[in-house]
């Protein structure tokens, strides 16, 4: 019996993207004729919608604002084998698509991320985009361990497990960062593969703020760690505490010992109230540690109660063949 035809759903979250919208659509019922192409419209007020539905997408809606509430309701709404997740601003090559699903379905990856490669004048990637995104990526590789070079990359490919068993809890554009740091934390099988990334069409502008948006994504990542490494985190929070305690309390600990006297009462006081925090703080990174470690066995649990059909299904026919850049990579 032949291999069954995987569902394809390509996800496409949009606010004011009607400049753009209609071309993401084309470029991907051209590179995925079995696809179903999905426009979630998050807010609009350009007509982005009517754009979407007058280019044969199935066109949905979702009123909080935000990618990351678009995400959220994508992946409780669509059921399908693989997600090809894009942004709207027609910025992501629809071509490599076939690539990326062929390279998830024979590396049995559940997320492909598509690594962006500027074409064109260079003007694409704004350098503090490019710079915040290098801050980022790395920081994250170094908490949580490094599987990918380009984080904060909106084209990416998914395994129908792998979308079931996200939680997606973030708004906004910080989305990126959660997807990434679920896969690692659950070591599940990552690839990546270089994918071309152009401007945007003339008129079209770019939703991000490279401070706000930076500030955002740099505090989910402080919460991410607090939530996923307490061990190490409130470990670090006692060494601090401790330290201070031991730099106030010892000079009071020698006066009592040369004059038996402990004239700064307050200082020994204080100092006795941090070595408490302190102790504290690591008896509540234990707790925490055993607390997450039942987390991540209950998200893996849930994870694998999906099975692997999607990684086992067959992928898209006439795929572009990988060049040594845009060969898949495990972590």
Same mark, same amino acid.
């Given at each position: 019996?032949?291999?069954?035809?995987?569902?394809?759903?390509?996800?496409?979250?949009?606010?004011?993207?009607?400049?753009?919208? *209609?071309?993401?659509?084309?470029?991907?019922?051209? %590179?995925?004729?079995?696809?179903?192409?999905?426009?979630?419209?998050?807010?609009?007020?350009?007509?982005?919608?009517?754009?979407?539905? *007058?280019?044969?997408?199935?066109?949905?809606?979702?009123?909080?604002?935000?990618?990351?509430?678009?995400?959220?309701?994508?992946?409780?709404?669509?059921?399908?084998?693989?997600?090809?997740?894009?942004?709207?601003?027609?910025?992501?090559?629809?071509?490599?698509?076939?690539?990326?699903?062929?390279?998830?379905?024979?590396?049995?990856?559940?997320?492909?991320?598509?690594?962006?490669?500027?074409?064109?004048?260079?003007? %694409?990637?704004?350098?503090?985009?490019?710079?915040?995104?290098?801050?980022?990526?790395?920081?994250?590789?170094?908490?949580?361990?490094?599987?990918?070079?380009?984080?904060?990359?909106?084209?990416?490919?998914?395994?129908?497990?792998?979308?079931?068993?996200?939680?997606?809890?973030?708004?906004?554009?910080?989305?990126?960062?959660?997807?990434?740091?679920?896969?690692?934390?659950?070591?599940?099988?990552?690839?990546?593969?270089?994918?071309?990334?152009?401007?945007?069409?003339?008129?079209?502008?770019?939703?991000?703020?490279?401070?706000?948006?930076?500030?955002?994504?740099?505090?989910?990542?402080?919460?991410?760690?607090?939530?996923?490494?307490?061990?190490?985190?409130?470990?670090?929070?006692?060494?601090?505490?401790?330290?201070?305690?031991?730099?106030?309390?010892?000079?009071?600990?020698?006066?009592?010992?040369?004059?038996?006297?402990?004239?700064?009462?307050?200082?020994?006081?204080?100092?006795?109230?941090?070595?408490?925090?302190?102790?504290?703080?690591?008896?509540?990174?234990?707790?925490?540690?055993?607390?997450?470690?039942?987390?991540?066995?209950?998200?893996?649990?849930?994870?694998?109660?999906?099975?692997?059909? *999607?990684?086992?299904?067959?992928? +898209?026919?006439?795929?572009?063949?990988?060049? +040594?850049?845009? %060969?898949?990579?495990?972590?």
């Amino acid at each position: 019996m032949p291999p069954a035809t995987p569902r394809i759903a390509v996800l496409v979250p949009c606010h004011n993207e009607a400049l753009t919208v *209609a071309e993401v659509v084309r470029g991907f019922r051209a %590179a995925l004729p079995g696809a179903v192409i999905y426009v979630y419209d998050n807010n609009s007020t350009d007509g982005t919608a009517e754009v979407a539905r *007058a280019a044969r997408a199935e066109v949905r809606f979702e009123s909080r604002p935000g990618k990351g509430s678009v995400v959220r309701r994508m992946f409780a709404d669509i059921e399908a084998d693989w997600y090809v997740m894009v942004d709207g601003d027609a910025t992501y090559d629809a071509s490599a698509a076939p690539l990326l699903i062929a390279a998830a379905a024979e590396g049995r990856f559940d997320m492909v991320n598509a690594a962006r490669e500027e074409t064109g004048h260079g003007g %694409a990637y704004r350098p503090g985009h490019r710079f915040g995104n290098r801050v980022l990526t790395g920081l994250v590789g170094r908490v949580f361990g490094t599987q990918t070079r380009d984080m904060l990359s909106g084209y990416k490919v998914f395994s129908r497990r792998f979308v079931k068993s996200f939680p997606a809890m973030s708004a906004g554009f910080e989305i990126e960062t959660e997807l990434m740091i679920h896969a690692l934390e659950l070591r599940l099988p990552v690839g990546e593969i270089a994918a071309p990334y152009g401007e945007r069409p003339e008129g079209s502008t770019s939703k991000l703020s490279t401070w706000r948006d930076g500030f955002v994504i740099l505090r989910l990542i402080g919460v991410l760690v607090q939530r996923e490494r307490p061990f190490e985190f409130f470990s670090i929070l006692a060494g601090l505490l401790a330290v201070v305690a031991l730099g106030l309390g010892l000079p009071v600990v020698f006066e009592f010992i040369e004059t038996g006297l402990v004239p700064r009462l307050p200082t020994a006081v204080l100092a006795s109230a941090l070595i408490l925090s302190a102790l504290l703080s690591f008896a509540v990174g234990l707790i925490l540690q055993a607390i997450t470690h039942s987390r991540r066995e209950m998200k893996r649990l849930a994870y694998l109660a999906l099975g692997s059909g *999607a990684l086992s299904a067959a992928a +898209p026919s006439a795929k572009p063949e990988p060049t +040594p850049s845009s %060969a898949p990579s495990r972590g």
